[in-house]
């Protein structure tokens, strides 16, 4: 066996049981990773200079394909309501079979840090048999000095066989394809996708049952911070907006998917960006653009034209093509990925129904019961199957990494709303003048100038009407945006169907909550809607 690159020779692969592998390359850097990618047929390069992947019949995450270890960790502490569970045994079982499947192989291996908070970081070991899973998670994640490489010691291991296919009777999973989370032992197994998000969700998964025990908050959000040390976090699933609208280059970018909020502030889990590219344009978004065009950047299902020129309107191969770069690949991102307490919570969804505004301010038991609902659309692509938009609930915003009970993290985010007396918004980036289909999406520039006012303070001086379904305040004019957007009933050509449709997205609220119910005060169900004012 030979091994390329840098590593601990006292921690390597052997502690984790792989035996009679083919070579080992240790934390490789780009134009390697590159030259390994391309000669063993797994990516194609673009004109920009970025790898461009093709994932095959996974071109989102297979969320019904994750399984948790049920043992004495995780049996009392793990919401199991939105879990799967897997046999202790069985894991093993598919462990073994795991490291049997790469004998005889090439394995990549990456060693990085998830959480740039240095009392709440967490080293993480990747093993891949592909070289463009290694450089999309050197992207993704922290990378430690190659200093300290050398010593490295890790205390989660995620293992990413996308070749492996995993037998559901033997492995007590439902399909080929599975994502296998052991926290007792730290190791996490992907098997039979090549989608790379996996990965990443991977560690944001493991971090999201670790650090509530540590009084840390971990959020499936963007953050960004103003010149005057006014940061900012943006809550939201995949396609609700967290990367465009946190990419503000008046601001400096923390990260834009994946934080914790402890004692001392905000602090970023990641080293790199993984965006949204489809019908990506260079004048809405000329940042992240940019990160397409050059090398280092991994595309994934991108399509390319006969020059290998990306041609991101077309999404033959899935709506949810994606681009992966490094955080310094934004002009203004931070080099520490750690900021302030935030002064402004913005809770962003994508209303497939056009009821909710285009902006509402929250009071903290609103803000609370809204974070537990977690109300937004799946964008077409970001789940197998999922096709178009579909109304979704997903508690705490990212509901498939969080494995506590949403009231873990609803607390937490309370009290410290509460402690530094932040501003909480909810902001619509969906629809308006109707339902999907037959309205259209909110206004990108709309939604960047309500977001300004907000953020500077200007918005907190507006003068508000309560909105008769939901309760929240709304702004009645903001300088630059039609006054007609800020009420959604206006935009509508038939004022009575969007009552009705009021009324439907109101018990579905309610509905939601019910299992919230024994786990909140009486301030916070005081928050929930009114059925009874949204048929009038």
Known sequence: ???????????????????????????????????????????????????????????????????????????DSVWWDNAKSMDPGKFETLYQDFLEHAKGRDVFVQDLIGGADAKNKLATRIVTEFAWHSLFIRNLLIRPQRSDLATFDPEFT???????????????????????CDFTRKIVLIGGTSYAGEIKKSVFSFLNFLLPSKGVMPMHCSANVGPDDDAAVFFGLSGTGKT?????????????????????????FEGGCYA?????????????????????????NVVLDEDRNTDFDDASLTENTRCAYPLHFIPNASDTGITSHPKNIIMLTAD???????????????????????????????????????????????????????????????????RHEVNCWLVN???????????????????????????????????????PNFGFEVPLSIEGVDDAILDPRSTWSDPRAYDTQAHGLVEMFIDNFAKFESHVDVEVLSAAPFVRLAAE
């Open 429 to 467: 980036t969906g629809w308006t003048g109707g339902t999907y289909g037959i309205g259209s999406r909110m206004p990108l520039k709309a939604t960047r100038t309500m977001l300004i006012a907000a953020l500077d303070g200007t918005l907190n001086n507006s003068e508000f009407r309560i909105d």
């Open 276 to 300: 949204k590219t489809i019908r990506l344009s260079k004048e809405a978004e000329p940042e992240i653009y940019a990160t397409t065009q050059r090398f280092g950047t991994v595309l994934e």
């Open 158 to 180: 995620i293992i990413d066989f996308p070749n492996f296919r995993a037998h559901p009777e033997r492995h007590g999973c439902r399909t080929e394809t599975v994502i296998a």
């Open 244 to 268: 465009t609208l946190s990419a503000d280059p008046s601001r400096t970018l923390i990260g834009d998917d994946e934080h914790g909020w402890g004692e001392n502030g905000i602090f970023n």
């Open 1 to 75: 066996m030979e091994q390329y690159g840098i590593f601990n020779q006292n921690i390597g692969l052997d502690d984790l049981g792989f035996e009679e592998l083919k070579s080992i390359h240790w934390n490789l850097s780009e134009p390697r990773l590159y030259e390994h990618s391309l000669c063993r047929g797994e990516t194609t390069l673009a004109a920009g200079g970025a790898l461009v992947a093709i994932t095959g019949q996974h071109t989102g995450r297979s969320a019904q394909d994750k399984f948790i270890v049920e043992d004495d960790t995780t049996r």
């Open 352 to 418: 497939a129904f056009g009821i909710l505004p285009p902006v509402s301010r929250l009071n903290p038991a609103q803000a609370m019961y809204h974070f537990l609902s977690g109300y937004t659309a799946k964008v077409a692509g970001t789940e197998k199957g999922v096709t178009e938009p579909e109304a979704t609930f997903s508690t705490c915003f990212g509901a498939p990494f969080m494995p506590r009970h949403p009231s873990v993290y609803g607390n937490l985010l309370r009290d410290l709303i509460a």
